[in-house]
């Protein structure tokens, strides 16, 4: 299975978040940025580290116009109360059946104990402009690190012939071209 990468079109979802309420992923394009964390499990103590920590710099990812939707192969109930017992202000979107998981290619690792969290920000487009799949259970992004992505005002067009992509998880700065980007050198 191929991963998503940098410059791909996010695959539109929908579910509806633990309250009922639905969310599709394409309702966001030309409004906000998009933060997709594909969940490990709600029982592993790294996974519930990362969402307190989430939590705790909430604010910021609101005051870079993100939505952060944190989803999981877990039932309502379960997203009801993880999200009470962490008080958690941002969507949760149970996923029982791995929809989104096969979709973002979650991978599941049995030597490191199953399913590894993954991490995406999806720009106002709906492409991909960040991709991160966790080597382990501890290979989160700081919120230092994803932070400065979302505010990145520049927007990565879709893979050309001769994709401009990082290879170290940093985003790609491209020069702003009549409100959309280009690839450095690129004609659009």
Known sequence: MEEITVGMKAPDFSL???????????????RNKVMLVLLRGFGCRNSQWHL??????YLKFRGSNAVVAAVGQHSRGEFSNIWKTFSLPFLGLPDDRGKVAQLYRQKVVFEKL???????????????????YCADIFDFPTNEKLLPILADKYLPLPPSPAPAYSRDDSPVQYPLI?????PAGGAL
């Open 16 to 30: 509806n978040d633990f309250r009922g309420n639905p969310f599709t992923l394409s309702d966001h394009q030309g």
């Open 52 to 57: 307190d920590s989430l939590r705790n710099d």
């Open 178 to 182: 009549q409100g959309r980007a280009a």
């Open 114 to 132: 199953g399913r590894l969290p993954a991490i995406f920000i999806v720009d106002p487009l709906g492409f991909v402009s960040y991709a991160h």
